[in-house]
T-cell receptor, first 111, second 115 residues
Framework: ETGVTQSPTHLIKTRGQQVTLRCSSQ?????VSWYQQALGQGPQFIFQ???????GRGNFPPRFSGLQFPNYSSELNVNALELDDSALYLC??????????FGPGTRLTVL | AQSVTQPDIHITVSEGASLELRCNYS??????LFWYVQSPGQGLQLLLK??????LVQGIKGFEAEFKRSQSSFNLRKPSVHWSDAAEYFC?????????????FGTGTRLKVLA
């Protein structure tokens, strides 16, 4: 059974640019959630996708958007990057409704 | 408001000593509670979870946690710490808001283990 994978591992962008982060969910999982973890903080919920539809959103602006594909993999897109967007972005998949399994994360640095 | 508090930002213990990491939550309904561990630069690994039933739950790597409803707590314990346990530990509560199930995390406790 393959776990949750994310790509790329690290990414460096400049302010104003756009970025796409990718996540492959664990086999059999149809729900993907994205979290942002700033340095020294706990993860914060961005949004969730269930069967290709957004299924809830945290307190993040619309420039954070996402997609889920028929194979349940997912993308997180961030437009007009700001310095404060520098963080570890974590993807979590779930099949069993109450337990989320996390990928290794993508470290985004905005200069 | 729903929240998770981990009062200890840093904890240092000697190898072989016992460990207890504190977690308090605020949630109006029956909580789903979790502990995750994060090694530097890594994602989150599930240590254990509590949904219902026996309030003492066993997890991986010799960890256990006890749910105490009266104290709104879910403290993580290990009887004898190993150097490899040095990491950051996060407590989380699973919540449902407007039909969306999501986690609320504490700010984490960083564990240092002395040889």
């Amino acid at each position: 059974e393959t776990g949750v994978t994310q790509s790329p591992t690290h990414l460096i962008k400049t302010r104003g640019q756009q970025v796409t982060l990718r996540c492959s969910s664990q086999s059999g999982h149809n729900t993907v959630s994205w979290y942002q973890q700033a340095l020294g903080q706990g993860p914060q919920f961005i949004f969730q996708y269930y069967r290709e539809e957004e299924n809830g959103r945290g307190n993040f602006p619309p420039r954070f958007s996402g997609l889920q594909f028929p194979n349940y993999s997912s993308e997180l897109n961030v437009n007009a990057l700001e310095l404060d967007d520098s963080a570890l972005y974590l993807c979590a998949s779930s099949g069993e409704v109450n337990t989320q399994y996390f990928g290794p994360g993508t470290r985004l640095t905005v200069l | 408001a729903q929240s998770v508090t981990q009062p200890d930002i840093h904890i240092t213990v000697s190898e072989g000593a016992s460990l207890e990491l504190r977690c308090n939550y605020s949630y109006g309904a029956t909580p789903y509670l979790f502990w995750y561990v994060q090694s530097p630069g890594q994602g989150l690994q599930l240590l254990l979870k509590y949904f219902s039933g026996d309030t003492l739950v066993q997890g991986i790597k010799g960890f256990e946690a006890e749910f105490k409803r009266s104290q709104s707590s879910f403290n993580l314990r290990k009887p004898s710490v190993h150097w490899s346990d040095a990491a950051e530990y996060f407590c989380a509560v699973g919540t449902i808001t407007s039909g969306t199930y999501k986690y609320i995390f504490g700010t984490g406790t960083r564990l240092k283990v002395l040889a």
